[in-house]
């Protein structure tokens, strides 16, 4: 018996991780569950990347996603907890859920960084949701073993480089794409104090004179975007597109 069981052994299912669920804040003392996404997800996160604008979708996905597919739905939501982890936070609505931001990785096959990919729904921006799930994000990649959250960002995007900067990260040019800024930040350092980046994007506009030309470029302008390069959005999307 025990011999044929190791046989048959060819996989291993990874438990899920119910120790990183837990209850985030938002305004006027509202507050929301974060969890780890479920297969079961899948619907729910087709609903919230409908709803998203077009303008988020285009941020997150880096191209003029209409939807998630079916498949694509499937790749975010059925992950194995070690190599990918996903986050989702979600309000009741009725008997059931609705999803207002997710948040997903994936681990470098050495294991040692981890990129990232996040959202919150229009209406839900700007009350520290994107700043609690990159927390979160830190908090599952260091367990995991990882030492670096990495990003592609498209360097258009002032929100997502606001946050950024308001993280902790280093915003740097992309070597082989201008249209895109890497973004990293060590998993084992502190997140920075609230108002000390109070404003990140006053800070920018009040040192624009002194950001490198490049940064100056995209954050002043609406630079034409061409999906390319090899960000996760971009490896699961040429995945199924
Ligand atoms: C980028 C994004 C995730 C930010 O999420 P969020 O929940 O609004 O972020 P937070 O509320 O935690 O904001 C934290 C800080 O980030 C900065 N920030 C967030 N949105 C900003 C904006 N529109 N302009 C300038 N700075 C901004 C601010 O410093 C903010 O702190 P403050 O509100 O105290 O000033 C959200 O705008 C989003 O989902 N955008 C569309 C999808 C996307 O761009 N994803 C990134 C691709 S991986």
Not at 40 to 63: I, M
Request: hydrophobic residues 40%; glycine residues 8%.
């Amino acid at each position: 018996m025990q011999a044929s069981l190791r046989e048959t052994a060819t996989y291993s299912i990874h438990a899920y991780p119910a120790h990183l669920i837990n209850s985030i804040s938002l305004r006027r003392g509202r507050r929301a569950t974060l969890r780890p996404v479920l297969p079961q997800d899948a619907e729910l996160e087709q609903q919230f990347v409908a709803t998203l604008s077009q303008g988020a979708r285009f941020n997150r996905f880096h191209g003029n996603l209409c939807g998630l597919s079916e498949k694509l739905a499937e790749q975010i939501t059925c992950i194995d907890y070690v190599h990918q982890m996903g986050f989702v936070v979600t309000l009741p609505e009725g008997d059931d859920e609705v999803v207002i931001a997710d948040a997903c990785y994936v681990l470098s096959d050495d294991g040692d960084t981890a990129e990232f990919a996040i959202a919150v729904s229009d209406g839900w921006q700007r009350q520290g949701l994107g700043s609690q799930l990159i927390e979160a994000l830190c908090d599952a990649a260091r367990r995991g073993g990882a030492r670096w959250l990495y990003g592609e960002v498209l360097a258009a995007n002032a929100s997502m480089i606001g946050l950024m900067i308001r993280c902790g990260f280093t915003v740097r040019p992309h070597p082989g794409d201008e249209q895109l800024v890497r973004v990293e930040r060590s998993v084992y350092a502190p997140m920075k104090a609230r108002r000390a980046v109070r404003r990140p994007n006053r800070l920018l506009a009040a040192l624009n004179h002194a950001l490198p030309r490049w940064l100056q470029r995209v954050q002043g302008g609406t630079a034409k975007v061409t999906p390319a390069g090899r960000s996760y959005e971009r490896q699961l999307l040429g995945r199924v597109m």
